[in-house]
């Protein structure tokens, strides 16, 4: 099924979910995932493959971290060429001086905020998306 490619109907689908979980950022050397550990989310870059995994996870292995995120699943379907989608949620977070780190999957978008603020994130993601939904 392809994806939605429309802005509006984007955002006014966005039906944001809060994960219950605390997600960190991490790095290992090389670029292989260190056995027992299941990540949501891998970067290969030449200084080493960065993890985003629970941060008890992170912490049973010993892995630093210094940012702990709220992840908050976009539960529209948005295709992967789709504009303007990234841009309005980060404008409509940034607007509240939240930070932001998405990261596209095949078939939705998932947003780390800072775990702090998490709860707010969502709150401004549903009000953005009960906008979009009234606007003609």
Known sequence: MAGERDLRRLLAGLRPEL????????????????????????VAEPEGLTLVLRRAEAERAGLPHDYTAGRIVLRVHSALDAVGLTAA?????????????????????????????????LDLLRALAARSGTAS
């Open 19 to 42: 994960d219950p979980g605390e997600y960190v950022f991490t790095t290992v050397p090389g670029d292989r995932i260190p056995p027992g550990l299941a990540p949501v989310v891998t």
């Open 89 to 121: 949620v980060a404008a409509e977070l940034a607007a509240a001086g939240l930070s932001c780190n998405v990261v596209a999957g095949f078939h939705h978008d998932h947003l780390f905020v800072p775990h702090e603020r998490a709860r707010e994130a």
